[in-house]
């Protein structure tokens, strides 16, 4: 089974903080993809990743960078963090184009 | 963008009914449409698939129906079970790596 891992199920962090979410596949997969999920909005994009240190901007990636320097760990870095990104973050991979995504457990962040 | 709705948020039922979850789509260009399931505290898991040459798809328990003439996407749990109780996300996606979601059915089994 393909198992993709958080680095943190519960989070914490005051505003201005740099936050580090981590996220690990063990399936080697090419494409990895780190979503927020909200109440009444749904899943939404922030970066997805194609290959090692490639990535591409997502629906919402302001306020956002990521970091792909090994294919199984895709990183999610809140450079400052703010209550606004309060958040359940969902990370994702998959093998190839057009097949489906296997998600993590999320990271529920709150920024106080 | 386009987007992918779902006609009604929440969805109760008896254990041992059929469930039938639906999902409005609006790119004409989508030819892979995915199921998910997401329990309380945890990511969304795959369910089912289908593709745009197909317009029925069954696996253990559930059903995915494709109408691609109305743009309608639906999943059929038979004898729905109380574990069954979660929220269902269709998703579609035009040959690309990015898929586009809809917003979710919470489905409630009442024992």
């Known amino acids: 089974d393909v198992k993709v891992t958080q680095s943190s199920r519960y989070l914490v962090k005051r505003t201005g903080e740099k936050v580090f979410l981590e996220c690990v596949q063990d399936?080697?997969?090419?494409?990895m993809f780190w979503y927020r999920q909200d109440p009444g909005l749904g899943l939404r994009l922030i970066y997805f990743?194609?290959?090692?240190?490639?990535?591409e901007k997502g629906d919402i990636p302001e306020g956002y960078s990521v970091s792909r320097e090994k294919k199984e760990r895709f990183s999610l870095i809140l450079e400052s963090a703010s209550t606004n990104q309060t958040s359940m973050y969902l990370c994702?991979?998959?093998?190839?184009?057009?097949?489906?995504?296997?998600f993590g457990p999320g990271t529920r962040l709150t920024v106080t | 963008g386009e987007s992918v709705g779902l006609h009604l948020p929440t969805l109760s039922v008896q254990e041992g009914d059929n469930s039938i979850i639906n999902c409005a789509y609006s790119?004409?260009?989508?030819?892979?449409f995915i199921w998910y399931k997401q329990e309380s505290g945890k990511g969304p898991q795959f369910i089912i698939d289908?593709?745009?040459?197909?317009d029925k798809r069954q696996g253990q328990r559930v059903t995915v129906l494709l109408n691609k003439t109305v743009k309608h996407l639906s999943l059929q749990i038979a004898a729905t079970q109380p574990g069954d109780s979660a929220v269902y996300f269709c998703a579609e996606m035009g040959g690309s790596y990015i898929p586009t979601f809809g917003r979710g059915t919470s489905l409630i089994v009442h024992p």
């Open positions: 994702a991979s998959s093998p190839s184009k057009a097949v489906e995504q296997y």
């Open positions: 399936m080697d997969h090419e494409n």
């Open positions: 289908i593709r745009s040459n197909m």
């Open positions: 990743s194609y290959d090692v240190k490639m990535k």
């Open positions: 790119n004409s260009a989508s030819d892979y």
